[in-house]
């Protein structure tokens, strides 16, 4: 069973093509700069060297026509005919309050997601242009939408309520949502399998760090709480991002810059978080930076970690107690430093903090970074949202599908 994983911006298509009977990845790329003459398309096979072409690529139906084509190339491709793909998986990042799980695309479906186009403007339009894409290219094939905000859905009122007059909510639907819903999910239950323990029963405390960047608190399998919020603007310092900020704050440097709604929005996601602090968004460039003296460099890496670890501290509050601590994601898989400076103010939660095993850690593997009888775990985890799509499209295409759209 071949799954096509397709994650689509507004001038990108990022893919993977997965069999589900191993659930091994085949190949991977991406198609950048749709629009253009210059279009690029960059294809990695496994155990192979990428492919590199560059030609005018107009819409993101060619770009998945020129996927295609290239998978099922005699030198190159992976599949013999594009027939061996049966379904195709879709990355959707907001799902709102309509989906709270994975879903077979019908022209219902595309209505729905059409209607939440203003809770996420940047990206919700390119999802609906990559499955319309995938259906033209693809005809008869199905299609299944992967939401990013789903695994956050049965977090409570109580934690997705902003305390703002309440006809706000019922109006606009302005409450958390979260995201990197997927990241959080694949990593709570690959630690579940690590800890030997049935889901139903851990309380775990998940951090995607990247230049986006949340934590959740997943209990019982599900997530009751997250650092993003009605957009992944909220939450921890990120790359650009601000993260947590006092609203008046805002407010006062728009009446003092005389800043505009579109100004603020790009001062807070483009020109904070760590880029605000230190003028640098990278934390490689941030950690060779503050070893090399750099102070502004080194006040930025401690904010970073304090506002992760001070998320930690409220989530096992709200977990009512912590069996593992995971770190994921650019800088949670592969920055040893990150996760020291987190972790060494966590022995009151009952982590004993192993920081040689750490420190030897693989680059983008797995790895427990807790010492043997520690009363909370902390493991490394790839994260692997390629594959919780793939997982969920392969379930729904198995099961009988209902008369009708």
Not at 263 to 288: P, T, V, Y
Request: proline fraction near 4%.
């Amino acid at each position: 069973m071949k799954i096509l994983v397709l994650n689509c911006g507004s001038s990108s298509v990022k893919y993977q093509l997965l069999d589900m009977a191993t659930e091994q990845q085949l190949a991977k790329g991406s198609v950048e700069r749709i629009g253009m003459d210059s279009a690029q398309l960059i294809h990695v096979k496994a155990n192979a060297a990428s492919v590199r072409e560059v030609s005018p690529i107009l819409d993101h139906t060619t770009a998945v026509r020129r996927v295609l084509s290239i998978l099922s190339h005699p030198e190159h491709g992976v599949i013999s005919d594009v027939a061996d793909i049966i379904a195709v998986g879709h990355r959707v990042v907001h799902g709102g309050e309509m989906f709270s799980s994975s879903v077979v695309i019908t022209p219902a479906v595309k209505d729905t997601i059409r209607c939440l186009f203003d809770l996420a403007p940047l990206h919700n339009p390119a999802n609906l242009l990559g499955i319309n894409a995938a259906e033209a290219a693809l005809p008869g094939v199905p299609q299944v939408a992967v939401f990013d905000t789903a695994f956050h859905s049965a977090m409570p009122r109580m934690a997705f309520l902003y305390a703002l007059p309440y006809v706000l909510y019922k109006r606009y639907k302005v409450r958390r949502y979260g995201f990197h819903g997927m990241s959080h999910r694949y990593v709570s239950e690959r630690a579940a399998q690590l800890l030997g323990r049935p889901a139903e029963d851990l309380r775990i405390i998940t951090c995607h760090l990247g230049n986006g960047a949340s934590v959740a608190a997943v209990k019982g399998g599900h997530s009751i709480d997250t650092s993003m919020g009605f957009t992944p603007l909220e939450g921890l310092v990120m790359g650009t991002r601000s993260g947590d900020l006092d609203p008046a704050a805002l407010l006062y440097i728009m009446a003092k810059e005389e800043l505009g709604l579109g100004e603020a929005q790009a001062m807070l996601n483009k020109h904070s978080g760590l880029q605000g602090l230190s003028g640098m968004s990278d934390m490689r460039e941030i950690e060779q930076e503050m070893w090399d003296g750099n102070a502004k460099a080194r006040e930025a890496f401690e904010i970073f970690c304090y506002r992760v670890r001070k998320y930690i501290g409220s989530y096992a509050a709200a977990l009512e107690g912590v069996d593992a601590v995971v770190f994921t994601g650019g800088i949670g898989e592969n920055s040893n430093a990150v996760r020291e400076e987190v972790c060494k103010g966590l022995g009151y939660l009952g982590v004993d903090f192993d920081a040689q095993a750490n420190s030897e850690a693989p680059r983008g593997q797995e790895a427990e970074i807790s010492r043997p009888g520690s009363r909370v775990r902390v493991f490394v985890i790839p994260t692997n949202e390629e594959l919780v799509i793939a997982r969920d499209t392969a379930t729904l295409v198995r099961q009988p599908q209902p008369v009708g759209d």
